[in-house]
């Protein structure tokens, strides 16, 4: 018989308390009579956690359990932020249990994974968290042993006496600790005692991965759990009009089939611009296989929509424009946008009158297309519905927003909506929207059942949110001694510029003049890994490489010279970036790449390096080109994203965004023709392969205390520049419009 949960005299209690003005909670849980965890579990009785707001438990017998806030897509932060926590209270990583927290607000500060945030933010406020549960156990163990708290040290969840030597486990004084108020005024470690944090650690969930254990939306089943898929329209521009699902519901396995409308047409709490996907059909059955023909069997009648006023990601008004529109359509657009004046963003010095007086003038215009994210997990969630509560199961980068919305949608507290936070098989941008999850709710109520969700891969490239169509076109102005004079830039897309007019060169030039503009679209948009950066850094470092070429300046140095520019004395009072941590990069890059060096001198190499989500890249890559394919030799990347917490899964993320980049660069693009893609599926949209990933991939890190800063952008957008670079050097050829592999001869 299976052994039921005790109460004790004293039954088992957390003591939560404030740590920060942030919201950070600790509680430390101590379970009567407890053995192992695991044992107690053989037994059928577990401990009994009365989790409320905590990011740590403790049993007697020191079972230490440290929870990881944020979503999980394989950046490894359910790694490196428990280490934040472990480092401060002072026990070993490796014996230690993590465990992914779900979606509270009230119980974690952050959980949101994006814009290279997670260490960032959690920085101080983690290691608080495990400082201060270190200093109450040591104050509860200074009590019992009646000693001063000064004669006392920890280690590897232990505390230790050092003059008479007696030993206790943390464990042994969770029970007194819970009852300590939280100190105040913790001092946390400097950077120099560090023990764990800067130490490579595995991936916690490899062991999980390599057996196939579940821990995706997809592996997600409950009994009675219908699947349900949404049908929209084929094309952006265009809306539902009416249906015909008589053939469809008759079909095996379909238990309903019906209209949703996914956001209230005055709800300013969209995630994502909705566009023409607003109203869907969805297909509720007991199979996948029975929900995907019964698709078949619709008659749907679209029809074209009207221009619109689009309430998007916090309630911007923006117009969403009619009709169907083309990429080469789009092509032009830019061109004519790029003749107009255009917004000025920036203006140092007197540029007009630079370039009027100039000798030389460069003049290049870059393009790239959109790209879809062809996340390799298949958008899913799990969503069920019980009167005014709400269950949701699924990977999604930013839950309150979904929990917002939700509550919004349904007519319910924010509080009844519980989120469990599966590992995402792919993010960067494509699931900071959750608009799939409010369409399983959604579901699941019409349905009255528990409901899984699942997109096709064709619903997500066809109907899909996007990195943005982007141009940037490039000015600079010599004198008579090739002497750079001024710089104009200019940028836009569809529907959005990519233009940073704070960043470098700016500052770096007496004359610079930044625009930009937009041409409105119905197409969706939204974040892609390093949104924006991952375009501007391309063109503006295959930019750079050309000017230094008319100037016979190495690569590298002419970023230097205006670098120290910048440095020394800036042009402007706005520069976003520190001039010395970008020369830190640049010179380290140069260094390990060994750029310049004699046995070096015929390789085919580009160099790039760029600044955005407060850390600096650099990379050198070294290529050759073989009957018409590009083959990597090497990547060698340099990274400043200050403090390197863990730095296996650093090498990890830089090593991914190296791949990522390269694949992008060389083939990603997403076409439409009068609004529909014309790319659906993994036969058109090409993707990297393994045979093209780079032979070698050499990572290093600037070693410094700076705080850190952020990795899983940075990496990615010098990749572009890099690549372009190189294989000019390999081809004779500048490219200037992104695919580069169709251009290779």
Known sequence: MKKTNENYSRRSFLKVSSLTGGGLMLGISWFASAKSEETLKALGAEPTWEQLTSYIKITPDNVVKIFSPNPEFGQNVMTSLPMLIAEELDVDFKSVQVEQANYSLALYNRQFTGGSQSIRQAWKLLRTAGASARQMILTAASQEWNVPIAELTTANGMVMNSFSGKSATYGSFATAASKLPVPKDIVLKGNKNFKLLGTPQKNVEGPKIV?????????????????????????????????????????????????????????????????????????????????????????????NAPETKELGMGGRDTIVPAGLESTKKHYVQMLEMDKKPGRIERKDGDPEKAFAEAKHIIERTYTAPFLAHNIMEPTNTFAHVQGDKVRILGPIQGPDMVANTVAARLGIPKENIEIELARMGGGFGRRAYGHYM????????????????????????????????????????????????????????????????????????????????????????????????????????????????????????????????????????????????????????????????????????????????????????????????????????????????????????????????????????????????????????????????????????????????????????PIFGAMANALYKATGKRFYQQPFASQIG
């Open 438 to 717: 409010v369409e399983a709710v959604l579901i699941s109520k019409q349905a009255n059942a528990p409901v899984k969700l699942i997109y096709k891969r064709e619903d997500d490239v066809s109907a899909g949110i996007y990195r943005p169509m982007y141009q940037m076109t490039y000015r600079a102005a010599f004198d008579e001694n090739k002497r750079l004079t001024a710089m104009h830039i200019k940028g836009g897309g569809v529907p959005e510029s990519p233009l940073h007019a704070n960043r470098f060169p700016a500052g770096a030039l007496d004359n610079y003049l930044a625009e930009s503009w937009a041409i409105p679209s119905n197409i969706t948009i939204g974040a892609f890994r390093a949104p924006r950066s991952n375009f501007n850094a391309a063109a503006e470092q295959s930019f750079l490489d050309e000017i230094s070429e008319y100037m016979s300046k190495d690569p590298i140095a002419f970023r230097l010279e205006l670098l120290q520019r910048a440095k020394e004395n800036p042009v402007g009072k706005s520069n976003d970036y520190d001039a010395a941590r970008y020369m830190g990069v640049l010179e380290l890059v140069r260094d390990k790449s060994g750029w310049g060096k004699a046995e070096n001198a015929g390789k085919k190499r580009g160099v790039s390096a760029y600044f955005c989500h407060n850390s600096y890249a650099a990379q050198v890559i070294d290529l050759h080109v073989k009957d018409g394919q590009v083959i990597v030799d090497q990547v060698t990347s340099a990274l400043d994203c200050g403090v390197v917490v863990n730095p296996e899964g650093a090498k990890n993320m830089a090593e991914g965004a190296a791949i990522d980049g390269i694949g992008n660069a060389l083939f990603g693009q997403l076409t439409l023709t009068d609004g529909r893609t014309d790319q659906k599926n993994f036969d058109t949209y090409r993707m990297i392969r393994h045979n093209e990933a780079p032979k070698k991939i050499d990572v290093h890190f600037v070693q410094n205390e700076v705080d850190p800063t952020g990795l899983g952008e940075p990496p990615f957008p």
């Open 211 to 303: 057996k196939g254990q579940p821990l995706f939306g997809m592996d997600y089943q409950v009994p009675g759990m219908l699947i349900a898929m949404t049908e929209r329209p084929p094309a952006f521009g265009m809306r539902l009009k009416s249906f015909d699902a008589t053939a469809a519901k008759k079909m095996p396995g379909i238990v309903d089939i019906f209209q949703i409308q996914v956001y209230e047409p005055t709800q300013k709490l969209a995630m994502f611009d909705t566009r023409t996907f607003n109203e869907v059909i969805a297909v509720v059955g007991k199979t996948t296989w029975d929900v995907m023909n019964a698709r078949k069997a619709l008659k749907v009648v679209w029809e």
